[in-house]
Structure formats: C-alpha cells, structure tokens
C-alpha cells in the first residue's frame, strides 16, 4: 500500500481546469475567494484573465455564473459544498436550473472528510439539494482519474452540472490510459453473487477494501462505482438486486436523499 498514489479530487479539479484552457477558449473559472483551497488557484495561475474571485458571496457569484453562460461561456462556479449548494440554493434553482443554462458547479470540501474545518462545513445535504433540481447533472467522482475525466464531461453536457469534490487525499485505482467516463453509467469494479456494494465519491475504495474482507471471510460482493447520481443508471442497479439479491450503499452524505434513497426509489421500479 505504500506504493499507492493518493490525491484529493479538489486537486484534480484545479489541475483539470488548467489542463483543459488551451482546449477550450471560452473557459471562464469563477471562485468565492477560495481558490487556494479549491484549487482553482491552479486556473488561475495559468489563466489569470479567465478567472474572476466573486469574493465571500456565492450567491452572486451564481448570478455571474448564469449572466456568463448565456454569452456563450463555459462557466465553473467553484466553493465549499455547504456554501454552493446551501448559501447559494435559491439562486442555482431560479437563475440557473429553471432556465437550464450550462453552468458548471465546482462543490468541494464535501462531506464529513473535511474534519478540523468543523461541521458547519461538512455538507451532508448537497446531493439532496442538487436533486431536487429538474435537469441538474450530478456528478461524484471516486478518483484523480476520475475526477479529471468528469470535468471535461461536464463541459459538454447539455444544463446545469454539480460536481462534486473532497478534501481527502484517496488512493488513485483507476488507470488513466484505460479509464473512459460515461455520464449516467455506474461501473462495476468488481463481480460478486451475495451482495451489491454500490458506492459514490471517496467510500468507492472503502467498498473495494470490503469487497475483499468480506471475501476472505466467504461473501462474494459485487462492487460498483456510482459516479454520477443524476442521472442515475437504472440498469446495473436493476441487475444487482435480481442477481445478488441484497444492495448496500455507501456514501459521505446523509441517508436523506442521497445515493441511498436514488437507489430505493430505483429498486422500487425493478
């Protein structure tokens, strides 16, 4: 395990945006003045007449966000998850998703992984929010790779995207010359004919880690990565619960509306 490379997909994120400049023009990067923490201070260093600091208010920043996109822009708004999605819900529902406008919302420091920065900044609720919202792209990336790969999905998606990143370094298991990311598609990382595993963002690598625990003690579990919670990919849950009979779901937000309840609701149609 020590040779494992480990890097927090708020990392990807700002390495991604840079990456992805040259590629993209019209490529704007807005931040709620905290850029060295979401890193998008790596856009900025290579972009710095692309990046706009809309200060310590989100809200408006996502006003911005909405003004830009309808120019033509390919917009990332980026801040802690409780800020982006919390402080700033009302106007991501009204200004951004009811006119459907391609705005790409960069959330990190998500869930509880945020440790000293204390629960007022361990956002437990943002998956729900975002939800709730029609024609809202969620999208929780388990990785360096990942994470990398989802960006610049995101650009091409058609509406309002809400990208989720953590502040924990994780392990990188995905190989970056293989890996193909598919909006909407789960991933099954690993087969198993007793129990379904299905995960999203950092508790990807955790449900590998008990996929193998369990089976040293006997229990075949059926691993599957949930990269993208809306849409969610009703066809490899439907297959899980017919052939392994028992689901668990595992997630760094609250059991309220989150990957848990997406996959109940799904389990009631199979």
């Given at each position: 395990?020590?040779?494992?490379?480990?890097?927090?997909?708020r990392?990807?994120?700002?390495?991604?945006?840079a990456?992805?400049?040259?590629?993209?023009?019209?490529?704007?990067?807005?931040?709620?003045d905290?850029?060295?923490?979401?890193?998008?201070?790596?856009?900025?260093k290579?972009?710095?007449?692309?990046?706009?600091?809309c200060g310590?208010?989100?809200?408006?920043m996502?006003g911005?966000?909405a003004?830009?996109?309808?120019?033509?822009?390919?917009v990332f708004?980026?801040?802690?998850?409780?800020?982006?999605?919390?402080?700033?819900?009302?106007?991501?529902?009204?200004?951004?998703?009811?006119?459907?406008?391609?705005v790409?919302?960069g959330a990190?420091?998500a869930?509880i992984?945020?440790?000293?920065d204390g629960?007022t900044?361990?956002?437990?609720e943002?998956?729900a929010?975002m939800r709730?919202?029609p024609?809202?792209t969620?999208?929780?990336p388990?990785d360096?790779?990942?994470?990398?790969?989802?960006?610049?999905?995101?650009?091409?998606?058609n509406?309002?995207?809400?990208?989720?990143f953590?502040?924990l370094?994780?392990?990188?298991?995905n190989?970056?010359?293989?890996?193909?990311?598919?909006?909407?598609?789960g991933?099954?990382?690993?087969?198993?004919?007793?129990?379904t595993?299905?995960?999203?963002?950092?508790?990807?690598?955790?449900?590998?880690?008990?996929?193998?625990?369990?089976?040293?003690?006997?229990?075949?579990?059926r691993?599957i990565?949930?990269?993208?919670?809306?849409?969610?990919?009703?066809?490899?849950?439907?297959?899980?619960?017919k052939?392994?009979?028992?689901?668990?779901?595992?997630?760094e937000?609250?059991?309220?509306?989150?990957?848990?309840?997406a996959?109940?609701?799904v389990?009631t149609?199979?």
């Open positions: 395990m020590a040779d494992v490379i480990k890097k927090a997909t990392e990807s994120y700002g390495e991604a945006l990456e992805l400049s040259s590629k993209y023009e019209d490529l704007i990067v807005l931040d709620a905290l850029a060295a923490a979401t890193k998008t201070g790596i856009f900025k290579a972009c710095p007449e692309r990046f706009v600091d310590i208010a989100e809200a408006n996502m911005v966000a003004g830009l996109s309808t120019t033509g822009k390919k708004a980026s801040s802690f998850a409780m800020f982006a999605a919390g402080r700033a819900y009302e106007i991501i529902r009204n200004s951004i998703g009811y006119p459907h406008l391609n790409n919302i990190t420091h869930g992984s945020v440790g000293e629960a900044h361990q956002c437990n943002d998956i929010l709730t919202i024609g809202m969620i999208i929780n388990a360096d790779v990942e994470a990398k790969a989802a960006v610049e999905a995101a650009i091409n998606i509406g309002p995207v809400y990208l989720r953590g502040r370094a994780v392990p990188v298991f190989d970056k010359e293989t890996y193909k990311f598919e909006v909407g598609k991933v099954l990382l690993k087969d198993g004919t007793d129990v595993i299905i995960s999203t963002g950092l508790m990807v690598n955790e449900a590998r880690i008990a996929a193998e625990t369990l089976a040293a003690e006997g229990i075949s579990a691993v990565n949930m990269h993208t919670i809306k849409p969610l990919d009703k066809d490899i849950i439907c297959k899980a619960a052939e392994t009979g028992v689901i668990v779901t595992a997630e937000h609250s059991v309220i509306g989150g990957l848990g309840s996959v109940a609701e389990i149609e199979c």
